[in-house]
């Protein structure tokens, strides 16, 4: 998957164009202001649109591979680092949270996680 994958070679180069520019990435909504259920809710609806964006435009194999990519970083990030503990002692990999996030977006984009 990954870079192999069209759809994600387009995103990452364009990433990377912006990048070499020196323009900072913008979020497809307004944040500033908002609660954090309001900016959840505008990114539940963004997640939504993606399905019917890619169907019949790119080949079904492509649109899963690219759906399954964004759940892929989701985890990622949300195994990136630790939640609570105590200078670095305990705590835990991933929050009932971002568990429960990440199957939120794997459904919404209608993968599994």
Same mark, same amino acid.
């Given at each position: 998957?990954?870079?192999?994958?069209?759809?994600?070679?387009?995103?990452?180069a364009s990433i990377k164009e912006s990048?070499?520019?020196?323009?900072?990435?913008?979020? +497809?909504?307004?944040?500033? /202001? %908002?609660? &954090?259920?309001?900016?959840? $809710?505008?990114?539940?609806?963004? #997640?939504?649109? *993606? +399905?019917?964006?890619?169907? /019949? %435009?790119? &080949?079904?194999?492509?649109? $899963?591979?690219?759906?399954?990519? #964004?759940?892929? *970083?989701?985890?990622?990030?949300?195994?990136?680092?630790?939640?609570?503990?105590?200078?670095?002692?305990?705590?835990?990999?991933?929050?009932?949270?971002?568990?429960?996030?990440?199957?939120?977006?794997?459904?919404?984009?209608?993968?599994?996680?």
């Open positions: 998957e990954g870079a192999a994958n069209p759809i994600v070679a387009s995103i990452v990048a070499k520019k020196g323009e900072r990435l913008k979020p +497809p909504f307004e944040v500033s /202001g %908002k609660t &954090p259920e309001q900016l959840k $809710a505008d990114v539940a609806a963004t #997640l939504k649109r *993606i +399905p019917a964006v890619l169907e /019949g %435009k790119v &080949p079904a194999e492509q649109a $899963a591979e690219f759906k399954r990519w #964004l759940v892929t *970083i989701a985890d990622k990030v949300a195994n990136a680092g630790k939640e609570g503990g105590f200078f670095g002692f305990g705590g835990e990999k991933v929050s009932a949270a971002e568990s429960t996030a990440i199957q939120e977006l794997a459904s919404t984009l209608g993968v599994q996680a």
